[in-house]
């Protein structure tokens, strides 16, 4: 079971600093939340974990520097991410856009890595479509499923790929309150199979309800950390994301 932790992590673009020196853990073989208002930073803090922007600062897999790795090269020691804009292949069914999530093999020449990829009955593509409830469903095609369940394809197209890491980026996006309910459970059972994830979501009830352990971030800075217990508790927080002013956060703002 692997770590993500990111140490003094920042990102700028042009005069934003959209990530301000943030530190944060995602323990190994926890679920854990990383929450905060529209802007606040979390998808680019996904972006630069996984290198699709340039950032300063440290990202660590597994306690190894690699925040100086090319993209392709986290995803092969095994960090995994989703994105919001979901970019399922309608063209495609839901197996052949789950098998399209299979990792090439090593340095192979590309005809060999063609031939040996998974099909989309394939055993890996199968175990995928099972862990988000979707098995049944590989031979059809993305617009024939709501907008949740075109999700899950998203979330099983990267489980294909048997992330050490996982990072997903607003899957609960379209649900309603029971299939997020769902979800929560699903992404639990992911978790005790050894997958270490970090999930940013703006649906309180998966997050608070499922997760392990949960971060904050505001205006791209770390505003608190704790159990779903203590955030939900946090005055701070609750002040700044959930928009109650209290008497006590205004305090805490203030310090
Ligand atoms: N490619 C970019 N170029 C310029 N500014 C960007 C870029 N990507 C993000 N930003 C800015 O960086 C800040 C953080 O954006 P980001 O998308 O990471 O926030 P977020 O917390 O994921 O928001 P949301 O919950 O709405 O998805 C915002 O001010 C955003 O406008």
Known sequence: MSSLEVRELSVTFGGVRAVDTVTLKAEAGKL????????????????ACTGFVPSRGEVRL????IDRSPAYRRARRGLIRTFQTLDLFDDLTVGDNVAA?????????????????????????????????????????????SQGQRSLVSLARALVARPDVLLLDE??????????????????????????????EHDMGLVLGHCDHVHVL?????????????IRENPV?????LGEATEAAEEGIAR
Request: hydrophobic fraction near 35%; glycine fraction near 16%.
């Open 101 to 145: 999530g299979t990792p090439p093999e090593g340095r192979r020449r590309w005809w060999h890595q063609l031939r040996s990829m998974p099909s989309a009955t394939s055993a890996a593509v199968r175990e995928a479509l099972e862990a988000v409830g979707l098995d049944g469903c590989a031979a059809l095609f993305p617009g024939q499923l």
């Open 237 to 241: 927080v609750r002040a700044a994301y």
């Open 218 to 230: 505001d205006g791209g800075r770390m505003l608190a950390s704790g159990t779903p217990g203590q």
């Open 62 to 65: 597994a306690g190894e520097r």
């Open 32 to 47: 854990t939340g990383l929450i905060g208002p529209n802007g606040a930073g979390k998808t680019t803090l996904l972006d």
């Open 171 to 200: 899957p609960a996006a379209g649900l309603d309150s029971h299939e997020s309910d769902e979800l929560g459970e699903r992404l639990a059972a992911i978790r005790d199979k050894g997958t270490t994830i970090l999930l940013v």
